[in-house]
């Protein structure tokens, strides 16, 4: 082949140089570009078409509020973005230990599968009010067990997913070793699960924040986001609502990201990068 013909060290239609960097710089730039769009697009929607406040605010007045409410907001947030962590260690903790122990007895799996995919399916609405009626409205304690059982779900299912993906050169390798069920689980399922772990853990993140968020709605606690966006709505007050949902959606987003980012952690030098 001549030297005019050689393809880019990269491979196939590699991006290098300036095209790498260009792309690099797009992928942040037209996100943030399009919502400026659709902000002033929102602004000129609510202004011109004179849209009730109640109907939907005008971003700049929720700008205001951000600022007149900032010391509040962060508050909050705090609040808020505590429950779901506590809530998110907690029920990726007892996923990844439900799915080990289901992985290790088929017993246990099929009583252990029914009750997390149904648990699933129960709503927040209905499942805050029965534990702050369990454990009282003066403690986080049923907001973080709400969020727990969110959380659980979405990482058992992963984590299950991985720990049964054994190559048969692995299982054969053990079955010659003579590996005990502990050592089977440790040495091959465990480090073979991780990137679904971590996929489980990614998918969790954000929802622990909605879980959150949503649980605080009904009674306990006036301290958190969802109580704030919930009290400043009953008293029309649709400007301040917004300003709290838009720290709502913050927070939802470095939940996101702090998921993602460990993800890619621990998966970046690990053949294949994840599931």
Known sequence: MSAGHE?????????????????????????????????????????????????????????????AQLPVILETTLVTGGNALVGLV?????????????AGVRVVADLLTPVVLAASAIPIVALAPVFTTMFGSTTEIPR?????????????????????????????????LAATRRQYTRFVR??????YVM????LAAPAAVIAAIVAEYFGGLQNGLGSRISSA???????????????????????FLAGLLAERLVTRNRPGGGP
């Open 7 to 67: 393809p880019a060290a990269g491979g196939v239609g590699a991006v290098t140089g300036p095209g790498r960097r260009f792309r690099g710089v797009s992928v942040v730039v037209a996100p943030v570009l399009f919502g400026i769009a659709v902000l002033v697009v929102w602004q000129l929607v609510v202004t011109v078409g004179g849209l009730p406040a109640f109907l939907l605010p005008a971003p700049t007045a929720i700008a205001e509020q951000i600022g």
């Open 90 to 102: 907690l029920g990726f903790a007892l996923g990844v230990l439900l799915a080990i122990l289901a």
């Open 144 to 176: 973080r067990l709400v969020v727990t059982v969110v959380v659980v779900v979405p990482v058992y299912v992963s984590t299950a997913r991985g720990l049964r993906q054994v190559r048969p050169v692995h299982d054969q390798l053990m079955i010659a």
């Open 190 to 195: 465990l480090p073979g699960a991780v990137p």
């Open 199 to 202: 996929t489980g853990l990614r």
């Open 233 to 255: 709505a009953a008293n029309t007050a649709y400007a301040r609502a917004w300003a709290f949902v838009a720290a709502s959606i913050v927070l939802g987003l470095l939940f």
